[in-house]
């Protein structure tokens, strides 16, 4: 199975979860990591995409995404994809891991099968674009306020997204 795993990182929280990711999906067989300043071309040929970006100001997506958030020229027909971000649920709790949110909304308008829901429980914030029908698109980590829970939440999200590949 070809994996891609593109994101786009500022502080480097986000890259570092992306390693943590590929660490953990690397048994599924070819594991790619890629900044999305290089592009969206590995997502063409993989079998299992995950998409990955921090959320800036109030719910915007990470720079390096800006100008491809819509995957716009991506047809995801027939392909799995996942989506993790990272946030700050104190600082923006109104806004917590939109990105996550748009880009599922981009993944289901260019034919994607979005996999990886994860449950709002144990989060603390008021808004988010990422939920929807009471559970996030994708993994919402917090480097700021549960840094602490980033590595089991990777391990467990990493899991269940195994177990939905099976399914």
Not at 49 to 69: A, H, K, P, V, Y
Not at 134 to 154: K, W
Request: aromatic share 8%; charged share 20%.
């Amino acid at each position: 199975m070809k994996v891609a795993i593109i994101y786009g990182s500022t502080t480097g929280n986000t890259a570092s979860a992306a390693e943590k990711i590929k660490d953990h999906l690397c048994s599924l067989g070819n594991v790619t990591l890629s900044p999305v300043a290089d592009g969206l071309a590995p997502a063409g040929d993989a079998d299992l995409i995950i998409f990955g970006s921090s959320t800036w100001g109030i719910g915007e997506m990470q720079d390096d995404w800006l100008g491809q958030e819509d995957l716009s020229g991506l047809d995801l027909s027939n392909k799995q994809v996942a989506i993790f971000g990272t946030g700050d649920q104190d600082g923006f709790g109104d806004s917590f891991v939109d990105a996550i949110g748009i880009l599922a909304d981009a993944v289901i308008k260019a034919g994607g099968k979005l996999i990886g829901s994860w449950p709002t429980d144990g989060y603390d914030f008021s808004n988010s674009a990422a939920v929807k029908e009471n559970q996030f698109v994708g993994l919402p980590l917090d480097e700021d306020q549960q840094p602490e829970l980033t590595d089991q939440r990777i391990a467990e999200w990493t899991s269940q997204i195994k177990q939905e590949l099976e399914a």
